[in-house]
Nanobody, 124 residues
Framework: QVQLVESGGGLVQAGDSLRLSCAASGRTLSSYAMAWFRQAPGKEREFVAAIRGNVFTTYHASSVKGRFTISRDNAKNTAYLQMNSLKPEDTAVYYC?????????????????WGQGTQVTVSS
């Protein structure tokens, strides 16, 4: 059974940076696609970024492109989300997800494993 544990969230000011981590256990995820989603109060879960399994191709949502960067360290079985130039509208619970396939997807239902989420709050 795969377990994903996010960390690195917190309260920051607009313009600040945060780095989220997603540590996986139970299975090596090097061949799995991984992604970050976020969910703000009263809104649906939203795709943020994904990284392909085996080959480090990435895809970022237009709302975060140029500010956020997804990466992974297969030796550590960990994915990351570097978030720069944070805005108040980035405030949400951020979730890490993995799917048992190398191909990236942007819909939550395409992912098989989820972390518990980490809160990111950006004040203006």
């Amino acid at each position: 059974q795969v377990q994903l544990v996010e960390s690195g969230g917190g309260l920051v000011q607009a313009g600040d940076s945060l780095r989220l981590s997603c540590a996986a256990s139970g299975r090596t995820l090097s061949s799995y696609a991984m992604a970050w989603f976020r969910q703000a109060p009263g809104k649906e879960r939203e795709f943020v970024a994904a990284i392909r399994g085996n080959v480090f191709t990435t895809y970022h949502a237009s709302s975060v492109k140029g500010r956020f960067t997804i990466s992974r360290d297969n030796a550590k079985n960990t994915a990351y989300l570097q978030m720069n130039s944070l805005k108040p509208e980035d405030t949400a619970v951020y979730y890490c997800a993995a799917r048992t396939n190398w191909a990236m997807r942007t819909l939550p239902e395409d992912y098989d494993y989820w972390g518990q989420g980490t809160q990111v709050t950006v004040s203006s």
